[in-house]
């Protein structure tokens, strides 16, 4: 069985625990949304990707590495500026010990993947300082409701993961255009969060549209219409449509942003959600998802306790020094994959399965 | 419980009562598989409509009625030129009453349905008479194997139905090409089983492409490619992908081709499929499922033993008829809805459920 100390919690440690234990042997299905943005090409907001252009194809590049174990929009691997890889192949790592079925819906990504994917009407993202981030926002939302419906006819619970570049910074204006304190709070992929850069994004998306912080509190989809990303709206409404089963939103503080958003749609859908991400993240100094997720309400935070330190490769460790830190629900994934099995699957034996992948990634091999 | 005489049984009726009893109790996953070809256009091939150009909206108009109980892109709801309805009423209605998950998957339809749906890469189908009637075959097969391993990671079994315009007649040239005596033996969602012309159009695709039949025994992807289409290679994909679980494929004749295609690519992925369809299809004087699907082997065929002879609408009488038969799942599906209960659905209540969704359209309500 995996260690007590393998999954942190907080804010609602004892609903963590019950939810811990009543997903215990049972499978879920992970659902990855994938989106681009226009945002995420501002020079220094996104670490997706060695240059803007590139975040184009760093969502299409991880889901078909989660499904092929290589990419084929690219070759290699999505790698930060630094050469640190993507947090996919922790997903990977865990999906290969734990066979979770997986599926991809595109929430609207300019290059697609090579892969099986779900079509939800959606489009790329265009720059929130157009005011027009993301188009279609409620047909989006009632064809994501439809198909988290269906997914919670055929699944125990869902972990609901995404590959979004840019995605904390429309976290951050959809956040505050509906009300939720989020200055300096969200997260990075980058050692050194950029929040003054983000928040000076923001502040011109709010003035371009008009929009004073809070204003926008209780219509969830025209701020993400106005200043959010396409991944947004698709994840919000499978949360909405699943409302009947348990679900995971792994991920970082994005996630805290589609919880406020779901909160604002339809508050009994947020009783059964949980956070679910890394260490990294529930330890990052540089943002608090903690407050994020208090403003919205009592939910439990967990978060797997990988530990990179003694892991032989530096591309790895460097997770530790605040690389990366999560995305392609890494942490929601790996706690899924130790609370399916009874022993099987350990944060040991899951860290020993991602020095593979990354040797077997090094060695360019493709299974 | 449904009664032994819902279900008829025949060829591997002891593996047809094994499955029963394997799959009772259990839920499946309903994955639909639609797609429009040119080939559905030539006058007098398809049913599917109220003129030929029409055959592009029956497969989206069919999944959007399985989703939200009316149709988007049309209004009503798909009917043959005699105005008889669209078999997805029968599988609406029975996964009203089991709550059956689906997926659609878009083999290659020329309008997408406005529901979710997953893409893997398909385009529609030209006319077969080019020679050149299914695009990247390979990859759309190699995209709908690996979605067919993470539905199989998520369910326990399958049911493949279908929606494709004109495919009796791509089944028959794929068959004959491959080397199954299917002349004179495929079916048809019209009374009078148009043979004569759907030869005509065959032998001219196999002149064009210069090939005899049973030339392509051994290739049935290349098969395909020439005188197929786009749901052939996908279901076939789906099929051999999920082969650790079992499939019904759900549907008529279309089906004895996915089977003998599957069969060539992989017979051990034969193992664990069978066919479901209904009573019209089975006893159907103007074609011989049995026959087509025994020369391929010893498979079981079931059908679920729907009679419409004493309901109230003559739209729906005119099953009895001979008119529509078959299609979107809905023998499978009705199969499947009975035995994963015991006792809440029968043929009785299903068909009441038919009547009521029926008559639901007429009044033009949407749920």
């Known amino acids: 069985m995996y260690e007590h100390t393998d999954v942190l919690k907080a804010l609602n440690v004892s609903k963590a625990e019950e939810l811990l234990k009543e997903i215990k042997g049972k499978t879920p299905l992970f659902v990855c949304t994938i989106a681009t943005t226009e945002t995420a090409k501002i020079p220094g907001i996104s670490a997706a990707g060695q240059n803007p252009e590139f975040t184009d194809l760093t969502p299409p590049a991880d889901t078909e590495f989660l499904y092929y174990g290589r990419c084929r929009c690219i070759s290699g691997v999505p790698v930060t500026p630094d050469g640190i890889p993507t947090p996919a192949i922790i997903t990977r790592a865990a999906i290969n010990l734990s066979n979770i079925p997986m599926l991809v819906v595109d929430g609207g990504s300019r290059v697609k993947p ?40 055929m699944s125990d619970y869902l972990v609901l993961g995404e590959s979004i570049p840019g995605g904390t910074t429309t976290a951050l204006s959809v956040m505050l255009a509906i009300g939720i304190a989020a200055k300096r709070r969200v997260s990075s992929s980058m050692p050194n969060n950029p929040h003054e850069l983000k928040l000076s994004v923001v502040n011109k998306a709010m ?26 709206v698709t994840m919000s409404g499978l949360v909405v449509g699943a409302a009947e089963i348990p679900t995971i939103l792994a991920g970082g503080t994005q996630m805290a942003a589609v919880l406020a958003i779901v909160d604002q749609i339809d508050p009994s859908a947020r009783d059964r959600l949980a956070i679910g991400t890394t260490k990294w993240v529930l330890r990052d100094p540089s943002s608090d998802l903690v407050s994020l997720v208090r403003q919205v309400g009592d939910v439990p ?29 890494a942490g929601g994934v790996s706690i899924s994959a130790m609370t399916m099995t009874s022993g099987q699957i350990t944060m040991l034996s899951l860290q020993q399965e991602i020095e593979r992948e990354y040797e077997r990634i090094l060695g360019g091999k493709a299974s």
Do not use: C, W
Not at 309 to 318: I, T
């Open 114 to 153: 090579q892969i099986p994917f779900i079509d939800v009407g959606g489009q790329p993202g265009m720059d929130i300082r157009t005011s027009k981030a993301v188009k279609d926002v409620n047909s989006v939302f009632e064809r994501a409701k439809v198909l988290g419906k269906s997914l919670a006819a």
């Open 207 to 232: 003035e371009v549209a008009g929009i004073e912080e809070g204003e926008l509190a209780g219509e969830p989809l025209k701020a993400i219409a106005a200043m959010g990303d396409p991944a947004q």
């Open 301 to 329: 935070i967990m978060a797997a306790n990988l530990d990179f330190s003694s892991l032989k490769h530096s591309g790895l460790r460097a997770y530790e020094s605040g690389a990366v830190k999560e995305g392609v629900g």
